[in-house]
């Protein structure tokens, strides 16, 4: 009974685990896979999107919908700000790295100084707050809800890519943005549209997200983890593996924490990063070719 | 007849080029602005100055050692903070199991940084790319999460190790033995700089390809220059536990990662000696603002250090060379 529990709990846990990681990591993975700029201020977007719909929601006393939706526009225009002023002003990819780790840490001092002595500041969440069982397993409707989203949106962009003509035009640019160029397409334009879907993505996960934790002005680090961990392990640019990538380490993370007596799921996810970045640099989906 | 000190004339060729690099103005200037800190510490006896300058003398072999291996190769090490944070707890742990003397522990934490940078070196920058960069980024967030997760396991009596010896019975002394210190690190990485080694690792960063197709593997002279920047920076990390007397969680922070970069970056990217001069005036001026600024200082200079990424990215040493040109 008590064994069963346990395979339930890592099964229900992994599941949702997974699909949220896989929500966390797709925007990191798809700018990378089409532009092969590694933004590290991608995580401060998760932070500036819980900052401002704390702002609004809370301090200013908005509607929670509203307050999500202009908290992810404000999300987008950073994401694009940072994008443009780097790719502009520091194309080589080590001080664009640089750049935007330090935008990333610029972030985290400018929140950290607007809401100084305030600490463990909660959102409201758009989902109910009592808990549901899934195959005998408490579980927050938090959780559920975006891993739902999560699917959904995995869904959506793999239709888009794949599928629809502006698809066609993000997967040229990202194979051989010079011949794309050719064919009348503007690459720099593509990629600011893909950063712009990338930094709505990572702005739904914080809005879904946030209301199970506290907003800090360190919070970035943890999805940004989450998605370069991800991102490592499936591929750098292959989003098609986010999922599988995100399933094997929530599964690892949680078969860890029920099995030994140990809490350390961070210590398991750099530990299957450094394992891939070592034994196999190309990630779940192998080739070493460029694009998506 | 008396025999030569120095049979060998490979070696006397050395000898000599050496030589020749130590008279170099910009070198001896350093050196002699290095001295005049300590000696003015010792003169206004401020404990405020003194304890600035020491926190500089940290920072400045901290953005010393990462200018010699990142800067020079241009393959960016964010794992500084690792390193850092492993000395300052070698430290701790060295003490808590009977270890007291000073020159042993600081030398012990070179050697910890050297085994522990060319453990990580070794298997990473065999791959080309990111994945360098990427790994080293993730070995401070490590670092914190093994201490929080273990920390009774390592017999820490909190998280993190507090009652640690003083580095130097006075603030002056620990000034004179970091600015000590210091002057050895810059001109061992000045000297490296200057000779066939650091011209290797300057071509890494031009064109690694280029270099490699010259018949020089690059790999080693990479794995080399990370092991000797670690070890400096382990000794840095020790030295600053001794001082604060605390080997705690915020020895792997961000902080030690910022200021840092923003100094080697200031100072001249791949220039080592700028990052001494930079060192200086960064953090007086960054001591100063918090006393009237507070943490805005924090914000500060994240933002000079992207204007510096953005507009200067060889620094203001960099610039000056550019314009001699």
Not at chain 2, 19 to 29: C, E, K, N, V
Not at chain 2, 263 to 278: D, K, M, N, S, V
């Amino acid at each position: 009974m008590v064994g069963n529990l346990l395979l339930s709990s890592i099964a229900v846990y992994g599941a949702l685990f997974g699909l949220n990681y896989a929500l966390i990591s797709l925007g990191f993975t798809l700018v990378f896979g089409v532009s092969r700029v590694l933004n590290l201020a991608y995580g401060a977007l998760y932070m500036v999107t819980a900052y401002m719909v704390y702002l609004f929601a809370v301090e200013w006393r908005w509607e929670i919908l509203l307050a999500a939706l202009l908290a992810i526009g404000i999300s987008v225009l950073v994401g694009a700000a940072v994008f443009l002023l780097f790719s502009r002003y520091a194309p080589d990819p080590m001080r664009f790295l640089l750049g935007t780790l330090l935008t990333a840490l610029l972030l985290q001092y400018l929140f950290s100084y607007f809401f100084q002595g305030e600490v463990g500041l909660v959102i409201p969440g758009l989902a109910p707050t009592q808990s549901l069982l899934v195959l005998g397993v408490s579980v927050s409707p938090v959780f559920l809800l975006s891993a739902l989203v999560s699917l959904a949106l995995l869904a959506l962009l793999w239709a888009w890519i794949e599928w629809r003509p502006y698809g066609r035009v993000i997967r040229a640019a990202a194979e051989d943005p010079e011949t794309a160029s050719l064919f009348g397409i503007h690459p720099a334009r593509v990629y600011l549209v893909v950063v712009l879907v990338s930094s709505a993505i990572i702005g739904v996960a914080a809005v879904l997200l946030v209301p199970a934790g506290v907003v800090t002005p360190t919070m970035w680090v943890e999805p940004f983890v989450i998605a370069f961990v991800v991102a490592v392990v499936g591929g750098l640019g292959k989003y098609q593996w986010t999922l599988p990538a995100a399933f094997l380490i929530s599964f690892s993370q949680m078969a860890v924490l029920y099995l030994t007596p140990y809490d350390i799921s961070d210590i398991v996810a750099f530990v299957v990063a450094i394992a891939f970045i070592v034994l196999r640099p190309q990630g779940m989906g192998g080739g070493n070719h460029r694009g998506l | 007849m008396a025999s030569d000190p120095l049979p060998s004339p490979s070696l006397r060729r050395l000898v000599r080029a050496a030589g020749h690099t130590l008279r170099s103005r910009l070198y001896l200037a350093t050196l002699a602005v290095m001295a005049a800190f300590a000696l003015l510490a010792d003169l206004l006896g401020s404990p405020y100055f003194t304890l600035s300058l020491i926190l500089a003398s940290l920072y400045i072999a901290l953005a010393v050692a990462w200018d010699f291996s990142s800067g020079l190769t241009g393959y960016i090490n964010f794992g500084l903070p690792f390193f850092f944070g492993l000395g300052a707890f070698s430290t701790g742990y060295l003490v808590y199991h009977g270890l007291h003397s000073i020159p042993a522990l600081l030398a012990l934490d070179f050697g910890v940084g050297l085994v522990g940078g060319g453990l990580f070196a070794l298997p990473t920058l065999r791959l080309r790319g990111p994945f360098f960069t990427f790994l080293s980024l993730l070995l401070p967030l490590i670092g914190t999460d093994i201490v929080l997760a273990f920390w009774t396991t390592f017999g820490l009596p909190t998280i993190g190790y507090y009652g640690l010896p003083f580095l130097a019975p006075t603030l002056e002394d620990s000034l004179l033995l970091l600015s000590g210190a210091n002057a050895l690190f810059l001109t061992g990485f000045y000297l490296l700089r200057e000779s066939r080694f650091g011209l290797v690792l300057r071509g890494i960063r031009d064109d690694e390809e280029v270099l490699e197709s010259q018949g020089i593997s690059s790999f080693p002279y990479k794995v080399a220059a990370f092991t000797l920047s670690n070890g400096v920076v382990g000794f840095a990390g020790g030295a600053y536990a001794l001082t604060t007397t605390f080997a705690g969680v915020d020895a792997f922070g961000f902080l030690f990662l910022l200021f840092p970069i923003l100094i080697a970056i200031l100072g001249g990217t791949g220039e080592i000696l700028g990052a001494a001069l930079a060192g200086y005036a960064v953090i007086l001026l960054s001591q100063y603002l918090y006393l009237t600024m507070g943490s805005l200082t924090l914000l500060l200079f994240a933002g000079a250090a992207i204007l510096l990424v953005l507009f200067l990215p060889r620094g203001l040493l960099g610039l000056l060379r550019k314009e001699a040109a």
